[in-house]
């Protein structure tokens, strides 16, 4: 792996392709087992989480449902703090066992303004799961349930996550070279 560019800046390695899916294995196996008999909602976050909510999706070894939302506070790379649904939740989520899947925490500001809208549903169960989590540029701290990796306080791109629309289909995840 070598460093890339995208737009203006450019990018490192930081998590290979295959650590990237053993984790994301370990994380489905211990879903599964935290959730045995149930079935569970993955309520997953577009877009920088649809490659890792379809390989969770994949690894699970339970009975599970899907859906998608569309939420939204960056531009650049800089959270600008103003969540805005752009894709509804049409699923209902009463009674349910909910996991809520994110590409990243990085301040919180999304899921903290998001959140009160899901339990506003009464699911029987809320918890989040996320690839990645910079504990270091927590502003509204979260009880985050299953990580994938935590990160230092720096950019990344890959697996998912853009740099302004750049860089989602790329296999391994880079760090801003700063
Ligand atoms: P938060 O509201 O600050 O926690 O930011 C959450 C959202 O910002 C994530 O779902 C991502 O879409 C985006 N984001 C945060 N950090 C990064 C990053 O390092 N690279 C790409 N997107 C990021």
């Known amino acids: 792996m070598t460093s890339i560019k995208i737009h203006d800046k450019e990018f490192e390695p930081y998590l290979k ?12 196996k211990q879903i599964s087992e935290d959730y045995a008999g149930k079935r569970p909602l ?11 909510a379809a390989d969770l999706f994949k690894y699970l ?26 894709i509804g939740l049409d699923d209902d989520l009463f009674g349910r066992d909910v996991i809520l899947v994110e590409d990243i925490v990085d301040t919180g500001k999304t899921l903290h303004n998001f959140l009160p809208r899901l339990i506003h549903q009464q699911p029987k169960s809320l918890r989040l799961a996320t690839l990645l989590h ?7 701290p979260l009880q985050l349930d299953y990580v994938g990796f935590v990160i230092p306080n720096k950019f990344v791109v890959g697996y998912g996550l853009d740099y302004d629309g750049l860089g ?3 296999k391994e995840i880079y760090q801003l070279v700063s």
């Open 134 to 140: 910079k504990p270091e540029a927590t502003v509204h």
């Open 17 to 28: 392709d295959e650590d990237i899916q053993q984790r994301i294995k370990e994380v489905a």
């Open 61 to 86: 070894e339970i009975e599970a449902e899907i859906c998608f939302i569309k939420l939204s506070s960056y531009k650049g790379t800089q959270s600008t703090g103003k969540v805005i649904t752009t």
């Open 42 to 52: 993955f309520v997953a976050v577009l877009n920088g989480s649809f490659m890792f």
């Open 168 to 170: 989602r289909n790329l």
